[in-house]
């Protein structure tokens, strides 16, 4: 890889629902494209590399001839064993250093003849305070948010997709551990395939009603979480609220149950948390902390966007210092 400044670059991120891809020229975004095929679905299908190559060829056909990228830097699922090639991940407490230094460069040819930078997850091993986690992509949010300045250590980044993902980030600027739970999968599954399906909207809306938001909690916490999701459908069948305000109940019940769990671990002691993920669901997790007294952040669409292509940007930008100054030894 060459040593110019202005470092040309495709940017993946794979997740379990979504894949993303960016052709960057230094802090510039020149052109995206993404899907919303994930490793959850390519999988089944047998076309994860299929997948790949027509997004990496999309933005090529677009912009190469003014922009020549030098690599694709992959993060996310693509380096699990449902994705391109599978990377272990590397064991907490981990920084830029340690995420640079287990990096991997890998050639596909039957995707692009670029050469591939893929950055791997990062898992927290269970020991006596704290519980054993994974992560693929969110290491790569971290690092960006650091960078920016987004997120001053040691704080938490709480990033809401289809996974629930809370990560502490220590004073040293590197991650301390992580808690997951599928409650995205889960509300979507609510949503689409149970009975709870006739009476939530189709479309998830950009708000939702705080009142229903705290009514889904107290519920949740008086009555356990299935119960709580079985209310909605007696909501309906009331009829004493629309379509919103029921899934805003069912969302309330899910932010209870983790937030609670997340509050029990000490997840959230005397730390800023910054938040990401879907409009409506941060904003009301937001509120939930709030409600405690926890200092929060709250992150747009293009700042999480920013914050992830610059902490790709850094493990490539390390990486090819590291090939250059080798190169000159």
């Known amino acids: 890889m060459s040593t110019c400044p202005k470092q040309h670059a495709i940017c993946v991120d794979m997740g379990t629902t979504n894949t993303r891809v960016w052709l960057v020229c230094g802090d510039e975004i020149v052109l995206r494209t993404q899907k919303k095929i994930g490793v959850k679905v390519a999988t089944k299908e047998g076309s994860t590399r299929r997948i790949l190559k027509q997004m990496v060829a999309e933005v090529l056909a677009q912009g190469a001839e003014a922009h020549q990228p030098e690599c694709i830097a992959a993060a996310g699922m693509i380096t699990s064993d449902l994705g391109l090639k599978?990377?272990?991940?590397?064991?907490?407490?981990?920084?830029?250093?340690?995420?640079?230094?287990?990096?991997?460069?890998?050639?596909?040819?039957?995707?692009?003849?670029?050469?591939?930078?893929?950055v791997p997850g990062v898992s927290t091993v269970a020991t006596k305070n704290s519980i054993q986690d994974v992560m693929r992509g969110e290491e790569t949010l971290c690092l960006g948010l650091i960078s920016s300045g987004l997120l001053n250590p040691p704080g938490v980044v709480l990033n809401l997709g289809s996974h629930w993902k809370a990560i502490e980030v220590d004073s040293h600027a590197r991650i301390g551990s992580?808690?997951?739970?599928?409650?995205?999968e889960l509300i979507d599954a609510a949503r689409r395939q149970t009975v709870l399906a006739s009476s939530l909207p189709q479309k998830f809306p950009e708000e939702l009603c705080w009142k229903w938001i705290e009514a889904g909690m107290s519920e949740s916490r008086f009555a356990g979480l299935p119960r709580t999701l079985f209310r909605v459908r007696l909501l309906e069948l009331n009829k004493e609220v629309n379509a919103e305000e029921r899934l805003a109940f069912l969302v309330g019940?899910?932010?209870?149950?983790?937030?609670?769990?997340?509050?029990?671990?000490g997840?959230?002691?005397?730390?800023?948390?910054v938040i990401s993920g879907h409009r409506a669901i941060a904003e009301s997790w937001g509120r939930a902390l709030q409600q405690k007294s926890i200092p929060v952040s709250m992150l747009n669409t293009e700042q999480s966007e920013r914050a992830f292509l610059k902490g790709l940007q850094q493990v490539v930008n390390a990486v090819r210092t590291e090939t250059f100054n080798s190169a000159l030894a």
């Open 86 to 118: 599978e990377i272990s991940h590397i064991p907490a407490p981990a920084g830029l250093n340690e995420i640079v230094r287990a990096s991997e460069c890998h050639h596909f040819r039957d995707i692009s003849n670029l050469p591939f930078l893929l």
């Open 178 to 184: 992580s808690v997951t739970s599928l409650s995205g």
């Open 253 to 265: 019940a899910f932010i209870a149950s983790d937030l609670d769990a997340l509050v029990a671990r």
């Open 267 to 273: 997840m959230f002691s005397h730390q800023q948390v």
